[in-house]
């Protein structure tokens, strides 16, 4: 089997692609994929707790903390004590960090508008669909390691 015919050498050139298209989208408001999609997963109004915003990315929390860090020290995020529960924090957004999340908002909205229009709404389903199942098999194959 060649290369170009397995799903995960096909998902992870799709990546690259996307990640790469994202860079030159948002990188003329001086931030990064990585930072951009954390901003995009806090939450505007209330903010987001920082032990769940790792799972809510799919990262592990020694390479979001450091993005964190370099988020809070560019003036995007600042840390306030968690309400309810005084051992955790939760992140905000400064206005400049939303002005930041309002590009990348901008650039996702505008990716997926042009690939929609170039699948149309059947085969946009399709692939939903075959991703939730290439998830679900992951998932499956996960639980016997």
Same mark, same amino acid.
């Given at each position: ?65 450091? $993005? ?8 995007? $995020? ?19 960090? $939303? ?34 199942? $290439? ?11």
């Amino acid at each position: 089997m060649r290369p170009e015919e397995t799903f995960d050498f096909r998902i992870r050139r799709s990546w690259i692609s996307m990640s790469k298209m994202y860079n030159d989208l948002v990188s003329s408001s001086g931030i990064t994929v990585s930072v951009g999609f954390a901003l995009l997963n806090i939450d505007v109004k209330k903010g987001t707790p920082s032990t769940a915003l790792g799972p809510k990315m799919g990262m592990e929390s020694t390479s979001l903390s450091r $993005i964190l860090k370099n988020m809070e020290r560019d003036g995007l $995020i600042f840390k306030e004590a968690h309400p309810q529960d005084k051992r955790s924090v939760l992140l905000k957004l400064t206005p400049l960090g $939303i002005e930041k999340r309002n590009a990348s908002k901008h650039a996702v909205i505008q990716f997926n508008k042009a690939v929609r229009e170039k699948l149309g709404d059947s085969h946009s389903e399709e692939f939903f669909n075959a991703m939730d199942l $290439i998830e679900k098999t992951i998932d499956s194959l996960r639980t016997f390691t």
